[in-house]
């Protein structure tokens, strides 16, 4: 349709109104991505049966959150071209066979065994019960699995040998000796959430004769020292190290076939002022830009630490300390526009471990943070 300026006008998308048993809701038709936790735009009963013929209506769909019990969440994904499965709370076996997903993201303490369909292609696990079980096609061969965990003990959960690409979010440390029993890892990459950031025994991947790719983020206890040499490696790449290290780094795989690529090398006074702040590497995109969430981070978090555990007020304070946080992220982008996708998904992780640290519930944590602008 041309308008009387002779522009072109874009066609207006349709409105649908969908309601999955807790009341109507408008939303556009072309959704692809349906949020059905409770906690997005459309409403789902806190129990009892879900009207899963809703998603007919948003045929673009193809990706569904969904959190708890089953209730029919596996049959409607199998039945639709839903690609991107992400489950919270999962419990027992989930069994997604008959399926055909390609992206898996699953949490839950008493999630007890996966079964994968030939179609999954990622498989990420959040916090995964130490006997977790995952029966994937051959074993998961050329599989990425991601593996977020800031729990003491990581293990690499059975049937899942022959992984070619493998993520480990972890907290300050890990050891490489967690990868006993891979096979066919090719591409590496361990980030660290904490201090010190520390990937220990690192010399044990020499038993991993195929790597080609390691990736290391915020390893600023790493010892370059210990890796050892890798037949197949082609590229090394540290986001967040000490000057000193990324030094060793370059001076070691001169004129070698390893392409190296070093970003946010720190000073050492740097990282004494900073080292604990998990904005800490946001000064890589402006450093007043970095410099402001610092210090928002650190506002945010010496409110929550000063609560009293029995004091009457706790919840206000802790109301008035994560908002105050959410309102200074909503400044900060306002002013400097560089809080992107990545960005955004780490506010909400440290948000919600402040939540977390100060006993705030996570739904109410979750509608917090749902009142932001970036």
């Not at 991107?84 to 069994?95: I, K, P």
């Not at 000796?177 to 590496?188: C, H, K, M, Y």
């Not at 790449?237 to 030094?247: F, K, L, V, Y």
């Amino acid at each position: 349709m041309i308008t009387p300026q002779g522009g072109r006008r874009s066609a207006m998308v349709p409105d649908v109104e969908v309601d999955f048993g807790a009341g109507p809701t408008t939303v556009p038709s072309t959704m692809r991505y349906v949020d059905l936790t409770g906690n997005g735009r459309i409403r789902v009963p806190a129990e009892g049966a879900v009207d899963w013929s809703q998603l007919n209506k948003l045929p673009e769909c193809i990706t569904v959150e969904w959190s708890g019990a089953d209730r029919g969440v596996v049959e409607a994904v199998a039945a639709r071209q839903i690609r991107f499965l992400y489950w919270h709370d999962a419990s027992g076996t989930v069994d997604l066979t008959g399926t055909g997903v390609t992206d898996v993201r699953l949490d839950g303490i008493g999630l007890r065994s996966v079964r994968l369909p030939e179609s999954a292609k990622v498989l990420l696990l959040r916090e995964p019960p130490e006997s977790l079980e995952v029966d994937a096609p051959e074993s998961g061969h050329q599989m990425d699995l991601r593996l977020f965990s800031r729990g003491p003990d990581i293990r690499i959960p059975g049937g899942l040998s022959r992984v070619s690409e493998l993520w480990l979010k972890v907290a300050g440390t890990v050891s490489a000796s967690v990868l006993t029993g891979l096979t066919d890892l090719e591409e590496l990459r361990v980030s660290f959430d904490d201090p010190p950031g520390v990937f220990a025994d690192a010399q044990d991947l020499q038993a991993h004769r195929g790597l080609r790719t390691l990736q290391l983020d915020d390893a600023y206890g790493w010892d370059p020292g210990n890796l050892p040499e890798l037949p197949s490696l082609r590229g090394l790449e540290i986001n967040g190290t000490r000057r000193a290290t990324a030094t060793v780094v370059k001076a070691r795989f001169k004129a070698t076939d390893v392409r190296i690529s070093i970003h946010g090398a720190k000073s050492e006074a740097w990282l004494a002022a900073h080292m604990s702040n998990p904005f800490r590497d946001w000064v890589e995109d402006s450093k007043p830009f970095g410099a402001a969430a610092c210090e928002a981070y650190t506002r945010a978090r010496s409110a929550i630490e000063a609560l009293a555990p029995s004091a009457s007020d706790r919840m206000a304070v802790a109301e008035h300390a994560l908002r105050g946080l959410i309102a200074d992220l909503n400044a900060i982008d306002a002013e400097y526009q560089l809080i992107d996708t990545l960005r955004r998904e780490q506010a909400g992780e440290v948000f919600f471990e402040l939540a977390a640290q100060a006993e705030v519930p996570v739904d109410q944590a979750r509608r917090w943070f749902a009142d932001r602008d970036f």
